[in-house]
Every structure is written in C-alpha cells, then in structure tokens.
C-alpha cells in the first residue's frame, strides 16, 4: 500500500519561508496525482494546491495564490510546496496526498492514500 511521508515542517517568522516535501519510498510518485492538504486548529482541513500526474495541470486555493508554488522531481520521487511570504494564518498541519483517478482536489473523495502531516507555526 503507498505510503507517504511529509518532511520540512517547522517553527518560522511572518515573511518568511519554506519548502515542505512528499516521499513515496518504495512507490514511483510519478504514476499519482498529488494535492497538499492543510488543517488550522479548530478547523476543517482544506485543499492548499495540487499536481496532476504529467505535471501539466497546477491549482492553488485563492489563499496561497503567488505565495505557494507545486512542484514534482520525479528523478528524486519527490513533489515539493515552497512557501514563501508565510502568514500566520498559514499555521495548520499539512498532509499530501495520492490520487489515481481524476482529480478531486480541493476536494478529499478521489485521494485514497495520505501522509501523517508536518506541522508548520508561522509566528514571531
């Protein structure tokens, strides 16, 4: 079963930035779509940005929009979010997730397999 791990997560000032990553040991990340997830305390998760499985179709919530930037090297089975200009609204746990199917995102339905989260405090 895939199985993904999120990395990167840490303490950081408003302004400030960082890149979060998604592993899949074992599994070529490459054959799924991949959305990043985030949920705030005392809020419902949300859909933060997404990468079809080619790359060629990219979406970010209208939060995020010119702060936040997908990616995929699939040379290192890796998809990455940088995170730049962070807020501290932007505190929340953040989960990836793999789909195989049509995508969903922002919707949860269509990803079967997730990560456990990494947690990042935008704070000074």
């Known amino acids: 079963q895939l199985r993904l791990v999120e990395s990167g997560g840490a303490l950081v000032q408003p302004g400030g930035s960082l890149r979060l990553s998604c592993a899949a040991p074992?599994?070529?990340?490459?054959?799924?779509?991949i959305g990043w997830f985030r949920q705030a305390p005392g809020k419902e998760r949300e859909g933060v940005s997404y990468?079809?499985?080619?790359?060629?179709?990219?979406a970010y919530t209208d939060s995020v929009k010119g702060r936040f930037t997908i990616s995929r090297d699939n040379d290192k089975n890796t998809v990455y979010l940088q995170m730049d200009s962070l807020e501290p609204e932007d505190t929340a746990v953040y989960f990836c997730?793999?789909?195989?199917?049509?995508?969903?995102?922002?919707?949860?339905?269509?990803?079967?397999?997730w990560g456990q989260g990494t947690q990042v405090t935008v704070s000074s």
């Open positions: 990468i079809s499985m080619g790359g060629g179709n990219i």
């Open positions: 074992g599994f070529r990340l490459e054959d799924y779509g």
């Open positions: 997730a793999a789909s195989e199917g049509p995508s969903s995102w922002p919707e949860e339905w269509g990803f079967a397999s």
